[in-house]
């Protein structure tokens, strides 16, 4: 029997109240494997009432950091408990190789909600501020309050984790809306949420279509906070529904990330390091190194090495351990990679390898492409611009660092960029001057939730991990105790009522009223 997989919503597994439900689809073959119940109006309506209430009037924010964070900790164990089961739905679902689900992803989300359960545990949530004679100062950091997440399908159970974990934590509640290409694993690890006995209507998820449940939660007057990963184009959408109660919003968006390969870098390290920065999870990345430009004098060597490296990639089912490269989401998602392709031949790029879907032996229906290379690129094509999302690197020369750097910043986004040489010094120098918010030196997607993770110009607003993507769940409060108050006769605002002349002079260090704006 086909698995059913349910809304939860304030600590209850239900289905939508129209009843409405869609397929998932495993990208490796291109058939459904389970049904998912759809979200519409009505559920995120009581979901996030349900994180109002649980916000408003429920434990959770009232909790101290340390025991918040014993529910994160629990929360880890259990994901690691059932990391088989985890891995093997991601893979169906969002066509993660299994190699890359076990090994990437379920690792990433334990790290992930213990990463910020000892962030609630420091309970560093007061901060003294500058002295000031005659009152005291400090600073508060208090929960935002109920915050809605918008995830994309590349990589719905990290993305999931990376919203719920820090939020909670925080002492917020969460109405989290995953993708519909690949929503499962979200539900999933909500219910271990549950199961970790975090309190009903903490945490809250609703699959649904983005045009009309995540409309609805973006739109909500009762959520304050929005975090959103997907495309530049609905995170622009997403500021304007958002500003209508002013909501806080985090973005993380579109990238086209640039490699840069010195004269200097190892040959074979940078190109196996070139090669796993784009074509990791097909592409399907936004911090793939989806842009290469290698210095031209080692230029003919380095991308022949490259193209026959991405020739013995192997593509095939997530589920096959020895598969390089899995699936693209689905039809819709290799048809724009198809037309790109197509794109770059008209344009006048090569396409020195790939360039084609592919079929893989029983099973026909998935949606394979090629790893593709394209030669003869300049960095203002459509290729080199534009998020293609799919396994296709375009390749340009270069003549030195700086030509390199220029090009490299010549792009709207601002995510991710690499540098690939054998002198740190001079690598650390390029990094510099890249114009992004994560550089990799001899690297590529590294991310840590230690670490700030966030993008430069239109790849995004704010920060996830880290005390940065903390503190994008915290409000930050300001009191202020006027230590002589309650010993003077008259508030000081009652000498402004007084004819100049008649004001006592102000003591050297005393603060006056600052009407500010
Ligand atoms: P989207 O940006 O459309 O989707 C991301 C999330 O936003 C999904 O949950 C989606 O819902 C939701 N959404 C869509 N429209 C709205 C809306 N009007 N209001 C609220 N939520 C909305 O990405 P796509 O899946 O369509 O992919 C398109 C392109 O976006 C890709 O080719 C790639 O270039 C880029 N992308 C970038 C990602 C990144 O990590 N930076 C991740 C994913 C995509 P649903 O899909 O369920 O309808």
């Not at 609703?206 to 909500?220: C, D, H, K, R, T």
């Not at 090569?350 to 084609?356: F, H, P, R, T, Y």
Request: hydrophobic share 40%.
């Amino acid at each position: 029997m086909t698995e059913h997989f349910q809304l939860l919503i304030g600590g209850q597994s239900t289905d939508a109240a129209s009843g409405k439900t869609f397929d998932a689809i495993d990208p490796s073959t291109g058939e459904p494997f389970a049904t998912v119940a759809e979200a519409g109006v009505d559920d995120v309506e009581r979901a996030v009432q349900a994180a109002r209430t649980a916000f408003d009037v429920g434990p959770w924010p009232r909790m101290k950091g340390r025991e918040r964070a014993k529910y994160l900790f629990a929360v880890a164990d259990l994901v690691k408990q059932n990391a088989g089961r985890l891995a093997e739905l991601e893979a169906r679902d969002a066509g993660h190789t299994i190699r890359l689900a076990k090994g990437g992803d379920i690792g990433m989300v334990i790290s992930t909600f213990r990463t910020f359960a000892e962030l609630a545990a420091r309970e560093d949530d007061e901060e003294p501020l500058p002295r000031n004679p005659g009152s005291a100062n400090w600073l508060r950091y208090e929960p935002i309050g109920v915050c809605g997440a918008i995830t994309p399908w590349n990589f719905a159970i990290q993305m999931a984790a990376w919203k719920m974990a820090p939020a909670i934590a925080a002492g917020n509640t969460v109405v989290i809306k995953p993708a519909v290409q690949a929503a499962i694993t979200t539900v999933e690890l909500a219910r271990l949420c549950l199961e970790a006995g975090i309190p009903e209507g903490v945490v809250n998820a609703i699959p649904g279509a983005g045009s009309v449940a995540g409309e609805a939660l973006v739109g909500s007057p009762l959520v304050d906070k929005v975090a959103f990963t997907g495309s530049t184009e609905v995170g622009r959408r997403i500021m304007q529904l958002s500003s209508g109660n002013i909501k806080k919003a985090t973005l993380e968006l579109g990238g086209k990330s640039a490699a840069i390969v010195l004269d200097d870098a190892p040959l074979d390290y940078a190109v196996d390091g070139a090669l796993w920065g784009v074509f990791f999870h097909a592409g399907q990345v936004c911090s793939a190194g989806t842009r290469l430009f290698v210095q031209r004098s080692i230029a003919d060597e380095f991308v022949a090495e490259l193209v026959k490296r991405a020739e013995e990639l192997k593509v095939g089912p997530a589920l096959e351990p020895s598969s390089d490269v899995g699936p693209v989401i689905s039809d819709t998602q290799l048809d724009t990679v198809e037309r790109y392709v197509s794109l770059g031949k008209d344009e006048g790029a090569d396409v020195l390898v790939g360039g084609e879907r592919t079929v893989v032996e029983g099973h026909d229906g998935g949606y394979y492409y090629r790893p593709t290379i394209f030669g003869n690129v300049d960095n203002d094509m459509r290729i080199a611009q534009e998020e293609i999302f799919g396994p296709v690197l375009a390749v340009m020369q270069v003549e030195d660092d700086d030509e390199a750097v220029a090009l490299a910043n010549r792009s709207i986004y601002g995510l991710a960029g690499g540098v690939w040489s054998g002198d740190t010094g001079r690598a650390v120098k390029v990094a510099e001057r890249l114009r992004t918010g994560t550089v990799w030196i001899n690297d590529w997607h590294m991310i840590n939730p230690k670490y700030p993770f966030g993008g430069y110009k239109q790849s995004g607003i704010g920060h996830e991990h880290g005390v940065h993507g903390f503190n994008e769940y915290r409000e930050i409060k300001h009191i202020h105790v006027d230590l002589g108050g309650p010993s003077r006769k008259r508030h000081p605002w009652w000498e402004l009522t007084l004819p100049r002349s008649e004001r006592p002079a102000p003591g050297p260090d005393t603060e006056g009223p600052n009407p500010g704006s």
